[in-house]
């Protein structure tokens, strides 16, 4: 293979697309129009392989050096989880309004504030053995909500078993085991789950400890516990703890926005501290839950109790209520969450993920991966097993494919290469450009693996997913794009960059000369500009960065800045934080090449690889994308959609991604399309209440004043593509003059 510098022979000079043998007929024109009604008419008939060519990189010298890593990585959230010790784990959590939170019950009492009564604190202190204490109990966690304040994540009240020693008249060591072996084998004949305590343990709660009641069990919820609650009274010295546990309400569904919590550290088991906290105190471990942590966590409150030398509780006074933390009021919209994982799970084998986001405020409303997990088997804890078998499971189903997994955009990112060519005056929209079979580049065949030649226009290229017409704009063509400055659109539309949402998102990779210099050992050829153009080569990014740029595209004026969270709000519901819809990219100097790119989604759907993407009450565009990923022996396929609706004055930009399993065959076309048109349907009535209403917030969001910098490097870049125009021009006369010496013609039949 050869390395660094292409070396391109007479005829390779003598582009395909540019000249013909004397004599010869002109190739085809075809109109968008023309080449939908090409297209056959049963897609159903159709293998789904035949929709649309699936492409792979073509191996250009150097990518030996370095695998860029592919398909889903873990997310560091994930990976840097310590799973429990034990189920024993316990989390506190709560409401945004103290009063809606359930009160803690003992067995029989409601632990309200009690009057203080100064004569039993008197008696207390002329007891030696008396006992005072001034607790913490730790503050419960606030709610986690959607965009209309649908709860996603919350509390409910729990118990734990626990042997209630008080004093023993009997302290000899003997009877403080009878005691406890009696209340744990009474437990186990009710049928309460009992972890392993040894003598030691039971001593050493007795001797420091024995005011307090020793959880001996895993957590029980509130509707788990009612058909033990009379087997719990029979129990001699039994206890049930209540607490607040976490209670993620809608399952599995965006658990990978949620994320779960865990316990910040283990009760202490020496002699009673003040302060010690009664309950374990929780902190969030991924997600969400980890991100705002901070503003989740409620104010712990305080709770005194006294007891006498025979161990007597004689006061249980709650002094100070604990304050719940505060409210996330994310973007998402639950029902269309769910509906999004439903069309997944039904449509993609499990393996897949879909985003959208509104294309005016960059608000995310489904962020949807699959397959997912139950965060509740987090809650109060997850044994080592458990965590262990979802952490080794080779679909990683900890891991969001949505943010969390990078891949090659295929196709899909030919909306960013036609934009770019326009943008930079390589093309217009009315210009043709000959497509054959395959378009030679120094020693390597860039093929196209669709049944359609001939002489097409960008739009047209996009109905057809055409390979050739991209390759040439970007590598071949007088003049072309080159694969830097395609590159640089290409992080204009978020490209190459973490989107700035609070979850551990991966930036994916747009390389640049010096990246490919450190990877490969050289810099950029033409080849890598062919590759480069039909989202292959070193080129990956996450379905959450195709949706952000189809939003750009969609927007037309500008690409706007992501987000996930709405409001915080604080325990009295004053807002703490307000999202405010603002630009990342402005985008102006593309508003022309942007609706032309348009023209060409719609055109997708309407007649083109995107069919089955076409929805019942609503119209849609889009654009296909099918390619090999992953290690060659895998053998395995991608397949996307990426599109934008209403297509005439678009609302809403998704992308579906499906993870295909080894040897077998999909096309974007087929299973991606599918995701997308089930999902629209499903959230029908929905949708169209949606659409009924104003745009949210895109009469507040200008396309922010190009920056300097950036004005001075579009400038310097017409500049330099208006120079190399010249030259190109100079070159192209040169070449015209001597085929015209050697029989060859511009295309055109001599007269």
């Given at each position: 293979m050869l390395r660094g510098k292409f070396f391109f022979s007479l005829v390779s000079l003598m582009m395909p697309w540019m000249v013909l043998p004397a004599g010869a007929q002109a190739p085809q024109i075809l109109t968008p129009e023309q080449a939908a009604a090409?297209?056959?008419?049963?897609?159903?008939?159709?293998?789904?392989?035949?929709?649309?060519?699936?492409?792979?990189?073509?191996?250009?010298?150097?990518?030996?050096?370095?695998?860029?890593?592919?398909?889903?990585?873990?997310?560091?959230s994930y990976e840097?989880?310590?799973?429990?010790?034990?189920?024993?784990?316990?989390?506190?959590?709560?409401?945004?309004?103290?009063?809606?939170?359930?009160?803690?019950?003992?067995?029989?009492?409601?632990?309200?504030?009690?009057?203080?009564?100064?004569?039993?604190?008197?008696?207390?202190?002329?007891?030696?053995?008396?006992?005072?204490?001034s607790l913490t109990v730790p503050g419960p966690r606030g709610l986690i909500t959607d965009r209309d304040g649908n709860v996603m994540a919350c509390s409910e009240v729990a118990y734990q078993p626990a042997i209630n020693f008080g004093q023993l008249q009997d302290e000899s060591e003997e009877n403080i085991l009878r005691v406890a072996r009696k209340a744990i084998a009474a437990y186990e004949a009710a049928g309460f789950k009992v972890l392993e305590k040894t003598n030691a343990q039971l001593l050493d709660h007795y001797r420091n400890r024995r005011?307090?009641?020793?959880?001996?069990?895993?957590?029980?919820?509130?509707?788990?516990?009612?058909?033990?609650?009379?087997?719990?009274?029979?129990?001699?010295?039994?206890?049930?703890?209540?607490?607040?546990?976490?209670?993620?309400?809608?399952?599995?569904?965006?658990?990978?926005?949620?994320?779960?919590?865990?316990?910040?550290?283990?009760l202490p088991t020496g002699p009673i501290n003040h302060n010690d906290p009664i309950f374990e105190r929780q902190e969030g471990r991924a997600g969400l839950e980890l991100k705002f942590n901070k503003q989740l966590t409620g104010k712990p409150g305080v709770w005194?109790?006294?007891?006498?030398?025979?161990?007597?509780?004689?006061?249980?006074?709650?002094?100070?209520?604990?304050?719940?933390?505060?409210?996330?009021?994310?973007?998402?919209?639950?029902?269309?969450?769910?509906?999004a994982e439903q069309s997944l799970r039904d449509n993609t084998l499990g393996r897949g993920a879909f985003v959208m986001v509104d294309v005016h405020s960059g608000e995310i409303v489904v962020l949807a991966s699959a397959p997912n997990f139950d965060p509740n088997k987090f809650i109060p804890a997850i044994s080592q097993k458990d965590y262990d078998d979802l952490r080794n499971d080779p679909n990683t189903p900890l891991v969001s494919r949505a943010f969390a997994g990078v891949y090659p955009p295929a196709s899909t990112f030919k909306t960013i290469t036609v934009a770019a060519a326009l943008r930079h005056g390589i093309i217009e929209e009315s210009t043709y450009v000959n497509c054959p079979f395959s378009v030679r580049i120094g020693n390597h065949e860039f093929k196209n693996h669709s049944k359609f030649t001939g002489s097409i226009n960008c739009v047209t290229a996009l109905v057809l997913s055409n390979n050739p017409f991209m390759y040439q704009v970007a590598a071949t063509r007088n003049p072309h794009l080159g694969a830097q400055r395609l590159c640089d659109v290409a992080r204009r539309f978020g490209y190459g960059s973490t989107a700035g949402i609070p979850l551990p998102d991966k930036a994916g990779n747009v390389p640049d000369e010096s990246w490919m210099h450190r990877n490969y050992g050289r810099g950029f050829m033409a080849g890598d500009a062919a590759n480069l153009s039909?989202?292959?080569?070193?080129?990956?990014?996450?379905?959450?960065?195709?949706?952000?740029?189809?939003?750009?595209?969609?927007?037309?004026?500008?690409?706007?800045?992501?987000?996930?969270?709405?409001?915080?709000?604080?325990?009295?519901?004053?807002?703490?934080?307000?999202?405010?819809?603002?630009?990342?990219?402005?985008?102006?100097?593309?508003?022309?090449?942007?609706?032309?790119?348009?023209?060409?989604?719609?055109?997708?759907?309407?007649?083109?690889?995107?069919?089955?993407?076409?929805?019942?009450?609503?119209?849609?565009?889009?654009?296909?994308?099918?390619?090999?990923?992953?290690?060659?022996?895998?053998?395995?396929?991608?397949?996307?959609?990426?599109?934008?609706?209403?297509?005439?004055?678009?609302?809403?930009?998704?992308?579906?991604?499906?993870?295909?399993?080894?040897?077998?065959?999909?096309?974007?076309?087929?299973?991606?399309?599918?995701?997308?048109?089930?999902?629209?349907?499903?959230?029908?009535?929905?949708?169209?209440?949606?659409?009924?209403?104003?745009?949210?917030?895109?009469?507040?969001?200008?396309?922010?004043?190009l920056s300097e910098e950036e004005r001075l490097r579009i400038e310097q870049e017409e500049t330099a593509a208006a120079a190399e125009s010249a030259a190109q021009e100079v070159q192209k006369r040169e070449q015209e003059k001597r085929h015209s010496r050697s029989g060859w013609d511009d295309g055109r039949s001599r007269r």
């Open positions: 090409a297209m056959p008419d049963d897609a159903e008939a159709i293998p789904a392989d035949e929709m649309e060519e699936t492409v792979e990189t073509v191996k250009l010298g150097g990518e030996e050096k370095t695998t860029v890593q592919e398909g889903v990585q873990q997310a560091e840097s989880t310590v799973a429990p010790d034990s189920p024993t784990n316990v989390e506190i959590g709560g409401t945004t309004d103290t009063e809606a939170t359930p009160p803690l019950k003992t067995d029989e009492e409601v632990m309200d504030p009690t009057v203080h009564d100064p004569s039993r604190v008197a008696y207390a202190a002329t007891r030696p053995n008396a006992r005072t204490m005011w307090l009641p020793l959880a001996i069990g895993p957590t029980v919820r509130e509707r788990e516990l009612a058909p033990l609650r009379e087997k719990v009274k029979k129990i001699e010295h039994s206890h049930l703890i209540p607490l607040y546990i976490r209670n993620y309400t809608s399952g599995t569904s965006a658990c990978h926005i949620l994320g779960y919590t865990g316990a910040k550290a283990k005194r109790l006294m007891f006498d030398e025979s161990g007597k509780k004689i006061l249980d006074e709650l002094q100070t209520k604990p304050k719940p933390g505060g409210t996330i009021v994310t973007t998402l919209n639950l029902e269309w969450q769910k509906a039909i989202g292959q080569g070193a080129l990956l990014a996450t379905p959450l960065q195709v949706a952000h740029a189809v939003a750009g595209i969609a927007n037309g004026k500008y690409l706007p800045k992501l987000q996930l969270v709405r409001q915080v709000l604080d325990a009295e519901g004053n807002v703490v934080y307000q999202f405010t819809p603002t630009s990342q990219t402005n985008l102006s100097d593309m508003e022309s090449a942007l609706a032309t790119v348009r023209k060409g989604m719609k055109a997708v759907v309407n007649g083109g690889t995107g069919r089955r993407a076409k929805l019942s009450y609503v119209s849609n565009a889009g654009k296909t994308g099918t390619a090999q990923w992953g290690r060659p022996s895998d053998d395995c396929r991608l397949a996307w959609f990426a599109g934008f609706m209403p297509a005439d004055e678009p609302r809403y930009a998704y992308a579906a991604l499906y993870e295909g399993k080894p040897h077998q065959r999909i096309s974007g076309g087929h299973m991606a399309a599918t995701v997308v048109r089930e999902f629209f349907e499903s959230i029908k009535s929905g949708m169209q209440e949606a659409l009924s209403k104003p745009k949210a917030g895109s009469a507040d969001v200008p396309a922010e004043e």
